[in-house]
C-alpha cells in the first residue's frame, strides 16, 4: 500500500507563490506515475492540474496550469513537489496529490479514476 500526505497549502495574495508537498511512503518501488489533482469549491470534481511519470520524468500540465506550475519529485527524500508561481484566485481549491502503479508510466494527465492511491489534501486559498 502507497501512503500519501500532502502540505504546504495555505492563504495567500494573487501573485504570490507556493510549494507543495507530497510525502510518499509504503511500497512505492512499482509507483510509475504520480500527480497533483485540484478540486475547485463547487459541483465541479477533481482535475488534473501536473503529472510525472516515474520512470522517464516525463511531465504533463493542464492548460491553465502550463507556465506557472512544475511538479518535480526529490526521490532521496521520497517527496513530489508542485511549485505554483503567479498565484491566481481561480486557483483556489484543495489539492491532492495521487499515484498509481498499474501501468508502466503516465499516458498523460489522466482523470480521477487512472489513481489508486490518494492523499487527504492541502487547501489553497489565493485572494485578490
Known amino acids: 500500500q502507497v501512503q500519501l500526505m500532502e502540505s504546504g497549502g495555505g492563504s495567500v495574495q494573487a501573485g504570490g507563490s507556493l510549494r507543495l508537498s507530497c510525502a510518499v511512503s509504503g511500497y512505492t518501488e512499482r509507483t510509475s506515475c504520480m500527480a497533483w489533482f485540484r478540486q475547485r469549491p463547487g459541483p465541479k470534481g477533481r482535475e488534473a492540474v501536473a503529472a510525472l511519470s516515474i520512470g522517464d520524468g516525463r511531465t504533463y500540465y493542464a492548460d491553465s496550469a502550463k507556465g506557472r506550475f512544475a511538479v518535480s519529485r526529490d526521490n532521496a527524500k521520497n517527496t513530489l513537489y508542485l511549485q505554483i508561481a503567479t498565484l491566481k484566485p481561480e486557483d483556489t481549491g484543495m489539492y491532492y496529490c495521487?499515484?498509481?502503479?498499474?501501468?508502466?508510466?503516465?499516458?498523460?494527465?489522466?482523470?480521477?479514476?487512472?489513481?489508486?492511491?490518494w492523499g487527504h489534501g492541502t487547501q489553497v486559498t489565493v485572494s485578490s
Open positions: 495521487s499515484a498509481d502503479d498499474r501501468y508502466a508510466r503516465c499516458y498523460g494527465l489522466g482523470v480521477s479514476a487512472d489513481y489508486v492511491h
